[in-house]
């Protein structure tokens, strides 16, 4: 699997982005889907996770209620809506594939994209 994000971008604090990241193959139905980002000088950090359905969604308390997973099988395609954004959610946003369920540890997904900058001014 090959995964290609994009979206990213300079925006202003309460604005809003929403990231893509497009999968190659015939099988994304069949993985779980996750948003991580980092900042530099930290480690990599969950950010959400979406179950290979689309039924389950998991986020990070920092991002909780600002933040919405979601994904289109049929366009094998991840989403990350990025609403009421902070200086703080500046990073580099990585999509992540796992032919598992759903985890907030980023060493158990198996492929990555290549990120996607998102740079949130004050």
């Known amino acids: 699997v090959q995964l290609q994000a994009s979206g990213g971008g300079l925006v202003q604090a309460g604005g809003s982005l929403r990231l893509s990241c497009v999968a190659s193959?015939?099988?994304?139905?069949?993985?779980?889907m996750g948003w991580f980002r980092q900042a530099p000088g930290k480690e990599r950090e969950f950010v959400a996770a979406?179950?290979?359905?689309?039924?389950?969604?998991y986020y990070a308390d920092s991002v909780k209620g600002r933040f919405t997973i979601s994904r289109d099988n049929a366009k094998n395609t991840v989403y990350l809506q990025m609403n009421s954004l902070k200086p703080e959610d500046t990073a580099v946003y990585y999509c992540?594939?796992?032919?598992?369920?759903?985890?907030?540890?980023?060493?158990?997904?198996?492929?990555w994209g290549q990120g996607t900058q998102v740079t949130v001014s004050s």
């Open positions: 992540a594939a796992r032919r598992a369920a759903a985890t907030v540890v980023p060493g158990a997904y198996d492929y």
């Open positions: 193959g015939r099988t994304f139905s069949t993985y779980a």
């Open positions: 979406i179950s290979w359905s689309g039924s389950s969604t």
